[in-house]
């Protein structure tokens, strides 16, 4: 009989505390086993400080700082009209472009750079290679296409841009993490790739063919 009552009141005790105090009002916060940091003991923007003398959180930028950022990932209106080829990868009349847009230089510099945003964003999954043997596949992630195969051998230049842009299938959208300029290396240095796979003793300059003991 003794456990009847306290399974009755263990009853009593749930239904109020789930429908009983359903819509009331109090202004003590609610009961927090884990807070995660909800509230911190940090200045807000533009906020009071009594720490410094003047005052105020914010504090001037110390001399010699230069400025971090990507920019915007999306062009405006204006840029995109006037140079689609170089912002969206299409020419005028929306086709993809092929080749590269006339302010992007193709030089040593150039493949440098896009390297190294390959080796930061490309290379886990596609591989160091572009071959799509990334580290990600050693954990589940399988079908990261080639570069290698003739299909994308052939793709034009604007459409590398365009999936970058917007990603395609399970590739997510790039641009909010490399920018246009980087973009364009990055093709550049995949173009590198492909042709590094391709190249035969023909494509090596006479000057360089003794350093291969080529006669």
């Given at each position: 009989?003794?456990?009847?009552?306290?399974?009755?009141?263990?009853?009593?005790?749930?239904?109020?505390?789930?429908?009983?105090?359903?819509?009331?009002?109090?202004?003590?916060?609610?009961?927090?086993?884990?807070?995660?940091?909800?509230?911190?003991?940090?200045?807000?923007?533009?906020?009071?400080?009594?720490?410094?003398?003047?005052?105020?959180?914010?504090?001037?930028?110390?001399?010699?700082?230069?400025?971090?950022?990507?920019?915007?990932?999306?062009?405006?209106?204006?840029?995109?009209?006037?140079?689609?080829?170089?912002?969206?990868?299409?020419?005028?009349?929306?086709?993809?472009?092929?080749?590269?847009?006339?302010?992007?230089?193709?030089?040593?510099?150039?493949?440098?750079?896009?390297?190294?945003?390959?080796?930061?964003?490309?290379?886990?999954?596609?591989?160091?290679?572009?071959?799509?043997?990334?580290?990600?596949?050693?954990?589940?992630?399988?079908?990261?296409?080639?570069?290698?195969?003739?299909?994308?051998?052939?793709?034009?230049?604007?459409?590398?841009?365009?999936?970058?842009?917007?990603?395609?299938?399970?590739?997510?959208?790039?641009?909010?993490?490399?920018?246009?300029?980087?973009?364009?290396?990055?093709?550049?240095?995949?173009r590198a790739l492909q042709r590094a796979q391709t190249g035969t003793v023909a494509d090596v300059p006479p000057s360089h063919k003794s350093e291969l003991g080529i006669q």
């Amino acid at each position: 009989m003794r456990y009847a009552y306290l399974f009755l009141f263990f009853i009593v005790v749930l239904g109020i505390s789930v429908f009983g105090f359903r819509g009331s009002i109090s202004t003590k916060p609610p009961l927090e086993v884990f807070p995660d940091m909800d509230r911190q003991a940090k200045y807000h923007p533009q906020g009071p400080s009594a720490f410094f003398a003047d005052g105020r959180a914010d504090r001037p930028r110390p001399a010699g700082t230069v400025a971090f950022g990507r920019g915007s990932s999306a062009p405006d209106a204006d840029a995109l009209k006037a140079d689609p080829a170089y912002y969206a990868g299409k020419t005028a009349g929306g086709e993809w472009v092929r080749g590269f847009p006339a302010q992007v230089e193709i030089g040593s510099r150039l493949l440098e750079r896009g390297g190294q945003r390959f080796e930061i964003y490309c290379a886990p999954c596609h591989g160091a290679l572009g071959d799509g043997n990334g580290i990600t596949k050693q954990y589940g992630m399988g079908a990261t296409p080639t570069f290698h195969d003739d299909r994308l051998r052939q793709m034009a230049e604007g459409e590398l841009f365009n999936t970058i842009t917007h990603g395609k299938g399970n590739m997510l959208s790039y641009a909010d993490k490399v920018e246009t300029s980087d973009r364009w290396a990055i093709i550049a240095y995949l173009r590198a790739l492909q042709r590094a796979q391709t190249g035969t003793v023909a494509d090596v300059p006479p000057s360089h063919k003794s350093e291969l003991g080529i006669q």
